[in-house]
């Protein structure tokens, strides 16, 4: 079993910049998949935001690329999200799922507000 607590979510105006952080309760070699999704108001799919093979190279949406940059810390087993130039429609709630063993997990999610 694996645990994922998303944290670093808030209200933050346009323009802004967040640093998201998703802490992984196993060892981070073990994960095959690591990525970020969103879930925006009003819609019950959550979309891709980034995602990043073990060993391979990030791939963003189009609606965040040059915009948000996703890695990662062994040290620290953490998948973080740096989010900057922040719009509206970014605001979402943030979700890090992984995938380990051929099982998916999830986490319960942070809250993005982008506003004025």
């Known amino acids: 079993q694996v645990q994922l607590v998303e944290s670093g979510g808030g209200l933050v105006q346009p323009g802004g910049s967040l640093r998201l952080s998703c802490t992984v309760s196993?060892?981070?070699?073990?994960?095959?998949?690591m990525g970020w999704y969103r879930r925006t108001p009003g819609k019950s799919a959550r979309e891709l935001v980034a995602s990043i093979f073990s060993g391979g190279q990030p791939n963003y949406a189009d609606s965040v690329k040059g915009r948000f940059t996703i890695s990662t810390d062994d040290s620290e087993n953490t998948i973080n999200l740096q989010m900057s130039n922040l719009k509206p429609e970014d605001t979402a709630v943030y979700y890090c799922?992984?995938?380990?063993?051929?099982?998916?997990?999830w986490g319960q999610g942070t809250q993005v507000t982008v506003s004025s």
């Open positions: 799922p992984v995938l380990s063993r051929r099982t998916h997990y």
């Open positions: 196993i060892n981070m070699f073990s994960l095959e998949y």
